[in-house]
């Protein structure tokens, strides 16, 4: 299964979360990400990212980095950082997401 990253009204596929690297993410970033916007992002549905919602991941991120020992699980990191640098692509591009699970 994956979670798949389309740019919003173009629909050109940007990237894919894989399931490993969705569960990496999901208890430390999506989590504290639905609490903060209300905004569920799970594999099996589909769903919307604008900027600034992209944005707020980044501070979860940040805030995920600053307070983890990012040695205890590389490939965790790995996943999370490689994500944060793809979200920072596409704020820096001005695209909203369309996201598409399973």
Do not use: H, W
């Not at 208890?27 to 916007?37: D, G, L, N, Q």
């Amino acid at each position: 299964m994956a979670l798949d990253f389309f740019i919003l009204g173009t629909e050109e596929f940007l990237f894919s979360l894989k399931t490993k690297s969705f569960f990496d993410l999901e208890k430390e970033i999506f989590i504290p990400f639905k609490y903060r916007t209300g905004i569920l992002i799970d594999e099996y549905r589909d769903n919307q990212l604008s900027i600034e919602n992209q944005q707020i991941l980044i501070e979860i991120i940040d805030e995920y980095v600053e307070k983890t020992n990012l040695n205890t699980n590389k490939m965790k990191t790995k996943n999370i950082l490689g994500f944060r640098g793809l979200l920072l692509y596409s704020i820096e591009k001005k695209y909203n997401l369309k996201l598409v699970g399973d």
